[in-house]
């Protein structure tokens, strides 16, 4: 859906369908009055019958007279006049979409951007507004037949200027919103799709459509024989036991001075992760394919660095294998060599997401990057310690942390530090190679990143456990799209 701004006198506008708030308490927004005035005063007879109530995210939708220029109006509820809060805000959006999606309409014109909400900006609901929208609008319907849900006729989103924004401002924030909403929503229809059809080979194909279609974005995949030559074996163990042979995915937005260095992320690509030899409990493994969640989020920031053509330097990487059980595939015991030479013990073949990262991780540093921030759906501790609420973040740089810990603040995509401490360093050790590829069921999460922080000592690097976060399981199962909006703004803020 587009989001356009649009101006004029609220009692005058002519749409489908307008959309007004109300409050449970206190006097009503100055812009409901004056419609409700124009309007013979329905409004204030409606909610004084108690068919609206106000309580936050409560809507109510009437038909005006045949002879109005505004066919339909919309009450949404925003609690209290004067404490609508911003979680009270984000319901109200959703709850006017998911009132609106299946209605015949192509246009709506909200004006819930111009409610007050405490200690928050003009330009923050309009974000919100679209952000919001989008995500109540998503549908997943790749793998649906029958049973496919009908398109939304929905198109365009006015919203309404006022004292406190222009129409200007309204426009460049929502094409800003909207980038990052795609940039949602590429990551979870990618995440949503199913392991046999969302391969490493996928992956690669649908990068390869992303440079065709961006001229800022330079794409270069590199094949099993490309990683062998740089000494992968780390990445490439984990792929023997699979049909689908290994990807490792570049993806290069260009927007910056050629003396810049970029910021490099790196998204863990397993396609699917059955645990390998170290074969996972059957019971909900078919989840197991959201393993790329790290991986689709590289995606979705690259297309919005792309679509809104940036000016900065940012490398995408995505490393990409599937975790299957093989005669062939990786057994407890074996040793494998990293690119950057140093050998490890695999005493689980499910911790497999470590073993593909460490390499591309290794591969970062020809980008002589700024930073290095990796994404993965990494380490179960991570739900255990954090739950679904915030991403783990571990860094080897406090001021990295700190930029980004406030820009998933602003975005309300929340990270929560942990520390990487040399004290958990000797969980690693091996008394048959440099390293074990796992530190015991104590701080999993934490030796995990140690794991990971010997390949990146060259460079200043933070580390993104999404297992928590990136997917919801049960009656909503399906991808969440996070982390993108934290990159997004933390790159937003970079420019």
Known sequence: MQFVSTSGKIEKLSTPCLILPVFSKGSQAKLTETFDQAHDGQIAETLKRGDASGKAGNTLLIQMPASCATKRVLLVGLGEQGKTNAEDFKKAVSASMNALKSLPIASICSTLASAEVSEKGSEWKVRQLVLKSHEALYQYNQTLTTSAPDAYALETCQILADDNIDEDTIEQTANTASSIANGIAAAKKLSDLPGNICTPSYLADTATAMGEQYSSLNVNILDEADMEKLGMGSLLSVSRGSRQPAKLITMEHKGGATSQK?????????????????????????????????????????????????????????????????????????????????????????????????????????????????????TGACVVALGKHATGLLANNDELADELLAAGKKADDKAWQLPLWDEYKPQLKSNFADLANIGGPAGGTITAACFLSRFTEDYTWAHLDIAGTAWKSGSEKGATGRPVHMLSQFILDRC
Not at 271 to 280: E, H, M, N, P, Q
Not at 290 to 317: H, K, R, T, W
Not at 334 to 355: C, F, P
Request: aromatic fraction near 4%; charge should be negative; charged fraction near 20%.
């Open 262 to 378: 970029p910021i490099v992320i790196v998204g863990k690509g397993l396609t699917f992760d059955a645990g390998g030899i170290s074969i996972k409990p059957s019971s909900g493994m078919d989840e197991m394919k959201y393993d790329m969640c790290g991986g689709a989020s590289v995606f979705g920031v690259m297309q919005m660095c792309s679509e809104l053509n940036l000016p900065i330097n940012v490398v995408g990487i995505v490393p990409s294998s599937e975790n299957l059980p093989d005669g062939d595939a990786n057994k407890p015991g074996d040793i494998v060599t990293s690119m950057a030479g140093l050998t490890i013990e695999i005493l689980n073949t499910d911790a497999e997401g470590r073993l593909i990262l460490c390499d591309a991780l290794t591969y970062a540093a020809k980008f002589k990057p700024d930073v290095v921030i990796d994404i993965a759906t990494l």
